[in-house]
């Protein structure tokens, strides 16, 4: 079956420390990733995400991610975390054809402590 | 960039009346539409999927008379929810496959609440 899990439901991570929040798929043709973020009452945002190519992938706000194929993983990365950084994470993952819709995982929310 | 424009972003209704979401695609073309429900706190679920001239495809559990899905142009799709309870109160929003530049670009959400 097809699935996302994100095994960290909440996350605490002083200002300025380093971030990682994990995320495991399964997912039977080639995945195309995807990490999102949500702030309360918003839409969603693209952080970044990987289709094919380099395994490291940059995106917006400092953010990284890097695809590990024989993990089956997809992990997100921030070297410095900022207060504006609090928000729920969530990893996605599709199979890039029109008629395929993307699978969220449960999402993590990250807080940031001062 | 690909854009999807949901309307309305907030919307009250009474129990039993109905409401129509709109999803249009503004600067390509949406053959295909997935609709998605996120309760408080939780993640996004696939509702449906719609597809320009055809009848939409149900996930498993979701009603397909109170949800109704409607994508007749290659711009517009629509989700009316019908007959409205307290329990239908969420955030819905859609999502349009966008390749190769995004992936699948996102609308901005609608928060129904039934009251």
């Known amino acids: 079956a097809q699935s996302v899990t994100q095994p960290d439901i909440h996350i605490t991570v002083s200002e300025g420390a380093s971030l990682e929040l994990r995320c495991n798929y399964s997912?039977?043709?080639?995945?195309?990733l995807f990490w999102y973020v949500q702030s309360p009452g918003q839409g969603l945002q693209l952080l970044l995400k990987?289709?094919?190519?380099?395994?490291l992938v940059q995106g917006i706000k400092g953010f990284e991610a890097e695809f590990k194929r024989s993990q089956s993983s997809f992990n997100l990365r921030k070297p410095s975390v900022h207060w504006s950084d609090a928000a729920e994470y969530f990893c996605?993952?599709?199979?890039?054809?029109?008629?395929?819709?993307?699978?969220f995982g449960k999402g993590t929310t990250l807080s940031v402590s001062s | 960039g690909a854009v999807v424009s949901q309307h309305p972003s907030r919307v009250i209704c009474k129990s039993g009346t109905s409401v129509k979401i709109e999803c249009r695609s503004l600067?390509?073309?949406?053959?295909?539409m997935f609709w998605y429900r996120q309760f408080p706190k939780q993640s996004l679920m696939l509702m449906a999927t719609?597809?320009?001239?055809?009848?939409?495809?149900?996930e498993q559990g979701v009603e397909k008379d109170k949800f109704l899905i409607n994508h007749a142009s290659l711009t517009l799709s629509t989700l009316t929810v019908t007959s409205a309870h307290p329990e239908d109160s969420s955030f819905y929003i859609c999502?349009?496959?966008?390749?190769?530049?995004?992936?699948?670009?996102f609308g901005s959400g609608t928060r129904l609440t039934v009251v």
């Open positions: 999502s349009a496959p966008s390749l190769p530049r995004d992936g699948y670009t």
């Open positions: 997912y039977g043709a080639t995945p195309y």
């Open positions: 990987y289709f094919s190519g380099d395994t």
């Open positions: 996605a993952v599709g199979a890039g054809q029109a008629g395929t819709a993307l699978i």
């Open positions: 600067d390509f073309q949406a053959t295909t």
């Open positions: 719609s597809n320009e001239g055809s009848k939409a495809t149900y």
